[in-house]
């Protein structure tokens, strides 16, 4: 494999300035038989870098049976050898949010199941549907998937002549929480009101003394411990500064988590350069503190920009606002000391229905003024999938399943009945001309 590597302008393949054209061919969604004439198909079209997920809850369908390579769809080191062989960079995102549009983002329903306190929860006290990133308890039960997927890829890292040439940490950090309209105040991942805990910590380490919060909130706390940002029983500015010091903690709680995960990759022996994306530009904002702390790591940050995922989208009839959002999230990221990239570009459609036309292709290029605007790297998700017409029907665990299934079609629902699947068996049920 060819050098890779990067610097705050853009990318070096072969030692060489160079646009990284990454697309996503999921190794678990595309047919294995198909995995090379895929790949050849994108170096044709000008692809030289591949992205797939490596989604938790496929390879650990039940606690604590961890699988790879024993069926196609967790054949991963077949997937990194086909690429190697067909001379691709390879950027893998292990999560352990991965999203792709998995059910929990690509997390193990079990840990729902079984552990539902390490969902996330808003400031009422309510359970948000969604990982809580610093729970010990996630965390531990994550560390054993972690140093799996690291045992698996290690053969295949470009420092090893491999093409894997970098990992991306979780997905869209702050996204799963924002989009609920909350951060995250789960009282034991963020150690509210917890001697030692992260938020009576952040809160010392900014105002050094108790007396100096009080005169901040306008309070009479007697410890950092006693302040509890889900029930502020203040107003007025005081308030306003108690809030975004909550802010600002939770933030600091994303880069807590993000060098966690790094220290783990680093611990088993991956040594390539990592990665975050923003889901959109102004969640940039929420990653400076991650940005300050990877301070001499080989990292950097990119943000996803995407055509449209649904009707009401701006981008559909691009603004000089629009643009503008794009420069933004440049100049953010110049500003970091990052070069401007993309790591999601949608090109394709999660639907059959309606078809992903020429004349979608072209305005969808008109929206993406990153092109224009010297983004060094491009990552298009979705760009190649499994059968686009058929059911892909698949059983993740080491047990006979059945179910009844249905698909949505142009004509309505088809109704498939009643099927078994064997232990981690694939079937495709073709729907030509159903469309």
């Given amino acids: 494999m060819r050098s890779f590597d990067f610097d705050d302008k853009g990318f070096l393949i072969g030692g060489e300035r160079d646009f990284l054209v990454g697309g996503e061919i999921a190794q678990f969604r595309v047919p294995r038989e198909e995995w090379r004439n895929r790949m050849r198909l994108f170096k044709k079209a000008g692809g030289n870098a591949l992205t797939t997920s490596v989604a938790w809850l496929i390879h650990e369908p039940e606690e604590g049976n961890i699988l790879f390579g024993d069926t196609e769809f967790r054949d991963l080191a077949g997937y990194l050898q086909t690429a190697k062989e067909e001379g691709l960079f390879v950027y893998l995102r292990p999560g352990p949010l991965v999203y792709t549009e998995l059910i929990n983002g690509g997390i193990p329903q079990w840990l729902f199941e079984k552990y539902p306190q390490v969902k996330a929860r ?57 989009w609920n309209g909350t951060l995250d105040y789960n009282e ?32 009479g706390y007697v410890s950092f411990t006693e302040v509890d940002p889900r029930v502020f029983s203040f107003g007025g500015r005081e308030r306003a500064r108690a809030e975004k010091d909550y802010h600002d903690f939770y933030c600091r709680s994303l880069a807590v988590y993000a060098r966690r995960l790094l220290t783990l990759l680093r611990s088993y022996g991956i040594d390539v350069p990592v990665t975050a994306n923003a889901a959109n530009a102004y969640l940039l904002n929420y990653l400076k503190e991650l940005s300050d702390e990877m301070k001499g790591e080989k990292f950097f940050i990119g943000f996803d920009n995407y055509y449209g995922l649904d009707v009401n989208w701006a981008n559909f009839h691009p603004t000089p606002k629009w643009y503008m959002k794009n420069v933004y999230a440049a100049d953010a990221m110049r500003a970091m000391g990052y070069p401007f990239n993309v790591l999601e570009m949608e090109l394709g459609s999660y639907a059959d229905i309606p078809p992903v036309l020429p004349e979608d292709l072209l305005a969808d290029l008109g929206a993406k003024p990153c092109v224009e605007h010297s983004a060094p790297s491009v990552y298009a998700t979705l760009l190649s999938d499994g059968d686009r017409y058929a059911a892909f029907l698949i059983n993740l665990y080491t047990g006979a399943q059945e179910s009844e299934f249905r698909v949505h079609t142009a004509g309505g629902v088809k109704d498939l009945g009643r099927i078994r699947l064997k232990p981690a068996e694939v079937r495709y049920v073709e729907l030509s001309g159903e469309r």
């Avoid at 093409?163 to 869209?172: G, I, S």
């Avoid at 034991?188 to 009080?214: D, T, V, W």
């Fill in 122 to 178: 808003n400031a009422a006290g309510e359970t948000i549907e969604q990982l809580s990133y610093l729970h010990p308890l996630a965390m531990e039960k994550f560390e054993k998937f972690y140093r799996r997927f690291a045992e698996e890829i290690k053969p295949y890292l470009i420092t090893a002549g491999g093409p894997v040439a970098m990992v991306q940490l979780d997905n869209e950090l702050a996204g799963i929480h924002t």
């Fill in 188 to 219: 034991e991942s963020m150690g509210i009101c917890r001697e030692g805990g992260l938020y009576p910590r952040f809160l010392g380490e900014k105002y050094g003394s108790i007396a100096a919060l009080n005169a901040a909130y306008g309070t």
